[in-house]
């Protein structure tokens, strides 16, 4: 089992619609947690931290779930711009990254 | 802003043949790490130092090898190339992972083992 998942996706949605990814890590001493955006050939670039009392930044919410192990993405109103795959990232104390696999996002006119 | 600085952009090799990547940062972190990321996949973490002179194993290691002697610069080197190696590589860096701090990524090297 990987140790870090992610919804596989695709995910084709139209412009203006929400919607949600979400991600399950296994490692209990996780220590923090992000989202980060990567455009096509392009080096990834941080979208967010996630925090246990959840954190809002425009159109994006990102909520964290310690007891479950679960982190989740949420996008309102989509735009094409949006279009991008989406990686799941979570940390240990100890100083090691580890990422998803990325869940793509298309979104359509 | 330098930022992340990696080189070269792009590479082929032979098999067999060994090389350096480097990786070099401007903003004076503790932490930097390197990652491949291959065809469909998230990035898998190859080696990472948490500080100039300690340097320790991520998830694929074989095959690489790192050294930190400066805290600007984390060269990752192919001791002898193999087409399984063939993939992007990210270097990246951030200030300390015991914090809720962001990590900056180089632009990738693009590595073609034929």
């Known amino acids: 089992r990987k140790e870090v998942e992610q919804d596989p996706g695709p995910f084709n949605v139209p412009e203006g619609a929400t919607v949600a990814f979400n991600c399950t890590y296994s490692n209990s001493a996780s220590q923090s947690f992000f989202w980060y955006r990567q455009d096509c050939r392009k080096e990834p670039k941080l979208l967010m931290s996630?925090?246990?009392s959840g954190n809002e930044d425009g159109r994006f919410t990102a909520q964290l779930n310690r007891a479950s192990q679960y982190i989740s993405l949420l996008i309102r109103d989509s735009k094409l711009s949006d279009s991008a795959t989406y990686l799941c990232v979570v940390n240990t104390n100890a100083g090691k990254s580890t990422f998803g696999d990325g869940t793509t996002l298309t979104v359509k006119p | 802003n330098a930022g992340v600085t990696q080189t070269p952009k792009f590479q082929v090799l032979k098999t067999g043949q060994s090389m350096t990547l480097q990786c070099a940062q401007d903003m004076n972190h503790e932490y930097m790490s390197w990652y491949r990321q291959d065809p469909g996949m998230g990035l898998r973490l190859i080696h990472y130092?948490?500080?100039?002179?300690?340097?320790d194993q991520g998830e694929v290691p074989n095959g690489y090898n790192v050294s930190r002697s400066t805290t600007e610069d984390f060269p990752l080197r192919l001791l002898s190339a193999a087409p399984s190696q063939t993939s992007v590589y990210f270097c990246?860096?951030?200030?300390?992972?015991?914090?809720?701090?962001?990590?900056?990524f180089g632009q990738g090297t693009r590595l073609t083992v034929v």
């Open positions: 990246a860096s951030s200030y300390s992972t015991r914090l809720n701090t962001e990590a900056f």
């Open positions: 996630v925090y246990s």
């Open positions: 130092s948490v500080g100039a002179g300690i340097t």
